[in-house]
């Protein structure tokens, strides 16, 4: 195939997207693990994830590509390249949701791949290298913490062994769900996990308002924001609301909100822009009596940001900031998770830009607020993101709501970009 050709090659598989399968296939899984407010609960290797795999396999089998599983149940459909031994195009996302989750987090991605390897066949196109769609297993971790097991370890940052004896609520093991859900499909090849890829492209709905605001259809994503997670914990002394007088107190409570205050209006003094995203999403209080000073108490703090060194100031000063508040109880700040920020750039960054470009749609570059399997996927391989709007914003909640037009929208942008590079 000669260079000359692509362009018009990957117009013809843009064509080749047909938006009323795309939606079909939404409704389709929609229905796996369907709530009654509209919204799915499929969670992470429950039978209801093994039943969408089922469908996914079945569509598979009928267009004669080959399907696979890895040792942590991810789940891969290629489609064959006319070169088997070149490394693969990797395309997709995840099927669990959270337990009052949407139609389209996660799953978009998978079937946005699935609409490509379909466009391709029906515009009868090869490819050098082979496509594969992939279903990361635990995106969400919601059922069994933390999540991103599948790509994290795909790309070898976490080590499997200790993702098999995690337990949920109920005490079942990843291993134990992990064995019923390969049994929905038994006729996948068994792979060894990781093997070489060429690039990763992830479609995704936004998850955040930025797309609908400026009444953009494509959200060329330039990297994933760095996280940090903290927690802190207050000590002070249990005592009687009637008697103990303000001066005599050492309310954890009190020290505990002063604390939230006071880091909350350090974050808005240094960010006029409004770009950190700082969130105190639990507080624990212990006797928690309404006539007891609270002697303990522990909260969260997740501070975001697209630039690591604005995060990391950020987060150095939350200690001194909890001692000044402290007012005579004692504070211990415990880090618990950093992922510093992902920038998507090379090839898959190109090629999504470039199709997005040659396809007309209007378009914003933009930082991903969430995390999402790409972040582990770029340290193995260029790797990019194509984001499409979702109604409000709205994410993480049964009212979750895409239009169908923007779902093929994007997924044509991501079959320009699979097959340019897949030829590459
Ligand atoms: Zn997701």
């Known amino acids: 195939m000669s260079t000359v050709d692509r362009p018009g090659l990957s117009d013809s598989v843009a064509a080749a997207v047909d938006e009323s399968r795309l939606w079909a296939a939404h409704v389709a899984l929609a229905s796996i693990g369907g709530t009654p407010a509209g919204g799915v609960c499929r969670l992470a290797l429950s039978a209801e994830d093994a039943e969408a795999r089922?469908?996914?396999?079945?569509?598979?089998?009928?267009?004669?590509?080959?399907?696979?599983?890895?040792?942590?149940?991810?789940?891969?459909?290629?489609?064959?390249?006319?070169d088997p031994r070149l490394p693969p195009v990797v395309t997709g996302s995840h099927l669990d949701t959270q337990p009052t989750g949407g139609r389209f987090d996660g799953v978009y991605g998978v079937l946005a791949g699935i609409e490509v390897l379909r466009a391709l066949d029906d515009a009868r196109i090869g490819t050098q290298r082979a496509v594969e769609v992939v279903a990361?297993?635990?995106?969400?971790g919601c059922r069994f913490s933390p999540g991103m097991m599948g790509s994290e370890a795909f790309a070898g940052i976490r080590d499997v062994a200790t993702m098999l004896v995690v337990q949920d609520a109920n005490g079942v093991s990843v291993a134990e769900a992990l064995a019923s859900t390969l049994d929905a499909t038994p006729d996948a090849t068994r792979r060894p996990l990781g093997f070489p890829v060429?690039?990763?492209?992830?479609?995704?709905?936004?998850?955040?308002?930025?797309?609908?605001?400026?009444?953009?259809?494509?959200?060329?994503?330039?990297?994933?924001?760095?996280?940090?997670?903290?927690?802190?914990?207050?000590?002070?002394?249990?005592?009687?609301?009637?008697?103990?007088?303000?001066?005599?107190r050492r309310d954890a409570?009190?020290?505990?909100t002063r604390m939230i205050q006071a880091i909350e209006q350090h974050v808005e003094s240094c960010d006029p822009a409004d770009d950190v995203r700082l969130t105190f999403g639990m507080l624990k209080v212990k006797p928690n009596v309404p006539s007891v000073v609270a002697s303990w108490a522990y909260f969260s703090i997740d501070v975001r940001h697209a630039d690591d060194d604005v995060m990391l100031g950020l987060v150095a000063r939350i200690e001194p900031?909890?001692?000044?508040?402290?007012g005579g109880c004692d504070v211990k700040v415990t880090e618990i998770q950093r992922a510093l920020a992902t920038r998507f750039e090379g090839r898959a960054f190109d090629a999504v830009l470039a199709a997005t470009r040659s396809r007309g749609y209007r378009h914003i570059a933009m930082p991903s607020g969430a995390g999402h399997d790409a972040r582990q996927m770029a340290q193995l391989c260029p790797s990019a993101?194509?984001?499409?709007?979702?109604?409000?914003?709205?994410?993480?909640?049964?009212?979750?709501?895409?239009?169908?037009?923007?779902?093929?929208?994007?997924?044509?942008?991501?079959?320009?970009?699979?097959?340019?590079?897949?030829?590459?």
Do not use: K
């Open 385 to 424: 993101m194509v984001f499409v709007p979702c109604a409000g914003g709205v994410s993480h909640n049964e009212a979750e709501s895409a239009e169908p037009a923007d779902l093929a929208a994007g997924t044509r942008v991501l079959a320009h970009a699979v097959h340019e590079l897949a030829n590459t």
């Open 321 to 326: 900031i909890c001692r000044e508040q402290a």
């Open 54 to 82: 089922r469908l996914l396999a079945a569509w598979a089998r009928e267009r004669q590509w080959s399907v696979a599983v890895d040792p942590i149940g991810n789940l891969f459909i290629r489609r064959e390249g006319q």
């Open 253 to 256: 409570l009190l020290a505990a």
């Open 136 to 140: 990361w297993t635990n995106e969400e």
């Open 198 to 248: 060429h690039a990763y492209v992830e479609a995704h709905i936004e998850q955040g308002p930025e797309l609908e605001r400026t009444g953009n259809t494509i959200g060329v994503v330039t990297g994933i924001q760095g996280t940090c997670r903290l927690r802190v914990e207050v000590r002070g002394d249990e005592a009687h609301a009637g008697t103990s007088r303000r001066g005599q």
